[in-house]
């Protein structure tokens, strides 16, 4: 069974970094594409950026490129959104999340099976 827990949120100021982790608690992990969400209040979820099984691969969208980056080690279960340069803007509970067939489908929450809780991002100006 698939349990997805984030850590790593906090609050920071404009133009610092954070590192957000989200391990898998089941024996899964290898066959899931990873991928990172995030939700402002009254806003939508939106795609932040994806990972397949091996690490090989990654999307980002295009309002993080170049200031995050998605990873993964697989002997540790786990997946990292390495979040640098942060704006106000980027404010917002950040959920990762797994599924087994995502496809071409990787930017949408449809496609994902697992969630984790989300953990918390705020940056002040």
């Known amino acids: 069974q698939v349990q997805l827990l984030e850590s790593g949120g906090g609050l920071v100021q404009a133009g610092g970094s954070l590192r957000l982790s989200c391990v898998d608690s089941g024996r899964t992990f290898r066959t899931l594409q990873m991928a990172w969400f995030r939700q402002a209040p009254g806003k939508e979820r939106e795609f932040v950026a994806t990972i397949n099984r091996s690490g090989t691969g990654t999307d980002h969208a295009d309002s993080v490129k170049g200031r995050v980056t998605i990873s993964r080690d697989n002997a540790m279960r786990t997946v990292y959104l390495q979040l640098n340069n942060l704006k106000p803007e980027d404010t917002a509970v950040y959920y990762c999340?797994?599924?087994?067939?995502?496809?071409?489908?990787?930017?949408?929450?449809?496609?994902?099976?697992?969630w984790g809780q989300g953990t918390q991002v705020t940056v002040s100006s």
């Open positions: 999340a797994g599924g087994l067939s995502v496809g071409e489908h990787a930017r949408f929450k449809y496609a994902y099976e697992y």
